[in-house]
């Protein structure tokens, strides 16, 4: 258990950190996540020893993370990762099936659709050096059997989307005060403004929908993850137990 805590550190300082600048800029540097994946390196070697492979194909999505996500090659580089970590999972499923996690998170960030190019090296630096949950409070004590082959990364996407939902009624708050004062009442997205985009280039997203253009606040999904990640540390699978 304390081997975990100095990774566990440096993982709340990132998080932290890239929460703060995700609430003031809507943006999060790729490089933030660089140290805690290198300090998942050094764990992982000195307390796992996992399979070379994990290494390497570990290694080889999180840098290709840094890729710009509009690309063809994107998702063509995501589902090579798939189908390796599908085949891995039958060597040592625990560590090839916490990659095909991490490839899933991978493809996910496809034209930023679901996360921010931040959002996903923060989920595959943590993904990659939490393979298993540490057994920190009672009630993760009580999960062992679950926490033997089913990894950190999947709780931890469990627990991120149901983080995730205390944003809505914040959103729709936010939507319900910018459309009243530009004379546009919708629930979950504005009309397009180029005027209040132009201020706010960095909080909001543009879709087009049947030829018409509308905005939506960003999330800063960042306080997200960091609840997700705290989440999974004390309460692990905890949604399977109820």
Not at 204 to 212: A, D, I, N, P
């Amino acid at each position: 258990m304390f081997q975990y805590i100095l990774l566990i550190l440096v993982g709340m300082v990132v998080l932290l950190a890239g929460s703060v600048t995700d609430v003031r800029r809507r943006t999060v540097s790729s490089y933030l996540f660089i140290p805690l994946f290198a300090a998942g390196i050094v764990f992982l070697a000195l307390f796992v020893h996992p399979p070379y492979w994990f290494y390497l194909v570990g290694i080889l999505m999180f840098v290709a993370s840094f890729m710009n996500t509009n690309l063809v090659i994107y998702p063509v580089t995501g589902a090579i990762f798939l189908v390796v970590s599908l085949f891995l999972t039958f060597r040592v499923f625990l560590f090839g099936f916490d990659l095909l996690v991490m490839s899933v998170i991978f493809l996910m960030g496809f034209q930023e659709r679901f996360f921010g190019i931040g959002d996903i090296k923060a989920l595959l630096a943590l993904s990659f050096s939490f393979i298993t949950i540490p057994v920190l409070t009672p009630v993760t004590a009580g999960q062992k059997v679950i926490l033997s082959f089913v990894p950190f990364s999947m709780a931890l996407l469990i627990n991120v989307a149901i983080f995730s939902i205390v944003f809505v009624p914040y959103m729709v708050y936010l939507n319900r005060k910018t459309g009243r004062g530009s004379g546009n009442s919708s629930l979950f997205v504005l009309r397009y403004d180029p005027e209040m985009y132009e201020k706010n280039s960095r909080k909001f997203s543009v879709h087009e929908y049947r030829g018409k253009k509308y905005m939506q606040y960003r999330a800063p999904f960042m306080i997200s993850i960091t609840g997700g990640f705290i989440i999974t540390l004390m309460l692990g699978f905890w949604i399977m137990i109820l």
